[in-house]
């Protein structure tokens, strides 16, 4: 089984990865991981800035390292922002058959009146360098999300009134 978490920043897909780590012994794969060994390694010329060319990018490398999990019958967590609204299009029907994606996405009014929360806990798995939250950012990026999921029939989970973990990860179980 492949499972994807994808989603805008800061909604926790990284404690969310780690915590179906500790569930189902899965390896895991950060696609910001994947992309900053592609950058540091000057395979790409483009930057940490560009989030959404990174996107389509670094999407056909996770595509077919995926597609040779499913092949060697392995099971696999893959996690982050740069999973495209078309990911579906990578894959003949045999291959979603193992691929459990979700994305989480974080309403305007949770991330309103939640930003201190949500900045507080940006570290809580990794450590971010230099991490500035962007509320009015994080608003669009989790809109966007949303709209790509309904538009393509992507699973996700909206957090509302409050982030509830648990909630969250019946959603990959």
Same mark, same amino acid.
Request: charged share 30%; hydrophobic share 40%.
């Given at each position: 089984?492949? &499972? ?11 404690? &969310? ?15 910001? %991981? ?10 790409? /010329? ?21 597609k040779t999990a499913i092949e060697n019958k392995q099971n696999m967590i893959?996690?982050?922002? =740069?999973?495209? !609204? ?8 045999? =291959?979603?058959?193992?691929? !459990?994606?979700?994305? @989480? ?8 009146? %939640?930003?201190?929360? @949500?900045? !507080? =806990?940006?570290?809580?798995? /990794?450590?971010? &360098? ?19 999921? &309904? ?10 009134d409050e982030y509830n973990l648990d909630k969250i990860l019946e959603a990959?179980?």
């Amino acid at each position: 089984m492949i &499972i994807l978490i994808g989603g805008s920043s800061h909604v926790g897909k990284t404690l &969310i990865s780690q915590k179906l780590i500790e569930k189902f012994h899965y390896p895991c794969t950060s696609l910001d %991981h994947l992309k900053m060994g592609f950058i540091r390694t000057g395979r790409t /010329e483009l930057t940490v800035e560009d989030d959404y060319k990174m996107r389509f990018w670094l999407w056909p490398f996770a595509a077919e390292m995926i597609k040779t999990a499913i092949e060697n019958k392995q099971n696999m967590i893959i996690e982050g922002c =740069y999973i495209p !609204r078309q990911w579906k299009e990578s894959f003949t029907p045999e =291959y979603l058959k193992e691929i !459990r994606a979700v994305f @989480i996405v974080m309403s305007e009014r949770y991330l309103r009146t %939640h930003s201190e929360d @949500i900045s !507080r =806990y940006a570290s809580v798995i /990794e450590n971010r &360098i230099d991490d500035e939250v962007n509320i009015e950012r994080l608003i669009d990026c989790s809109k966007s999300f949303k709209e790509d999921c &309904i538009a393509n029939g992507t699973p996700f989970v909206e957090i509302d009134d409050e982030y509830n973990l648990d909630k969250i990860l019946e959603a990959f179980c």
